[in-house]
């Protein structure tokens, strides 16, 4: 609830003076696009690594002309080419994936989850799976969150702590595909294509039972919490970084 109140009541956000560069949302929305628009492309089917890799490095140009035209700044030049790299990487892994068999379901799927809590209430999650895959000869499916991390280190605990819960997403995705009938042999994981220049590979977040049953039981405290307002005051936070926002133990009227 606190990281909510953050983002939505008091409204913080980043304090940058990098103005004439892409920003890490912005960074992250563009090759976001790019690998959609992948998705929706002929070579969707193949693995061949230098089909795939002309197919991003296609998409990334018509994405980049779309949203920037001729008016691109150096430093944008810059990082436009260190997305190329990370695409390229992409492809080579996207061609390995194929031959094993597994085939793009969905990608970019939206959804609205109705959330029923005590009291009569309840409260509506929406969010976005950047990507859904089928393995049609063993009937698994596998969730992929695309991250743009300059490092890969840690995402497997990117979702829980030594103090517990911090990232409720991926309990989240699990609820809702559950509930469409596709919660069975279902693995959810992290794709990042990362700038260290090494092999993408999926880090993959293996929760027991236990674990998913208990982060069920916190999502469901957190979004009653939200509901009734009730967000840990600042006082009780320590100061340092909480949900990639930097608490520096100001207060802020509710």
Avoid: C, M
């Avoid at 089909?51 to 998409?59: K, S, Y």
């Avoid at 080579?92 to 005590?118: H, K, M, N």
């Amino acid at each position: 609830p606190y990281e909510f109140w953050l983002r939505y009541v008091v409204g913080l956000g980043t304090a940058t003076d990098r103005n004439r560069e892409l920003q890490p949302p912005q960074y992250g929305s563009l090759v976001h696009e790019v690998l959609d628009r992948f998705a929706d492309s002929p070579a969707l089917e193949s693995a061949d690594e230098s089909i795939l890799r002309d197919a991003v490095r296609r998409e990334l140009t018509r994405t980049t002309a779309e949203r920037f035209g001729d008016g691109v700044a150096a430093a944008v030049k810059v990082q436009l080419l260190q997305i190329r790299e990370r695409l390229d990487a992409f492809a080579a892994w996207q061609a390995s994936w194929r031959a094993d068999g597994w085939r793009i379901e969905e990608t970019e799927t939206d959804f609205e989850e109705r959330f029923e809590l005590s009291g009569g209430r309840s409260i509506v999650v929406a969010g976005r799976i950047d990507r859904i895959d089928h393995h049609p000869g063993t009937g698994v499916r596998a969730v992929l969150d695309y991250k743009t991390a300059d490092r890969s280190g840690k995402l497997e605990s990117r979702h829980r702590g030594s103090a517990g819960w911090k990232d409720l997403q991926l309990i989240v995705y699990r609820l809702f595909l559950e509930r469409r009938g596709k919660g069975h042999d279902l693995r959810i994981g992290y794709l990042n294509l990362s700038g260290e220049g090494t092999a993408i590979e999926p880090t993959w977040v293996e929760l027991s039972p236990e674990e998913i049953e208990e982060g069920t039981r916190v999502l469901h405290e957190t979004l009653e919490a939200i509901v009734l307002g009730r967000f840990e005051p600042v006082d009780a936070i320590p100061r340092g970084e909480f949900g990639g926002y930097l608490v520096l133990g100001r207060e802020y009227p509710v």
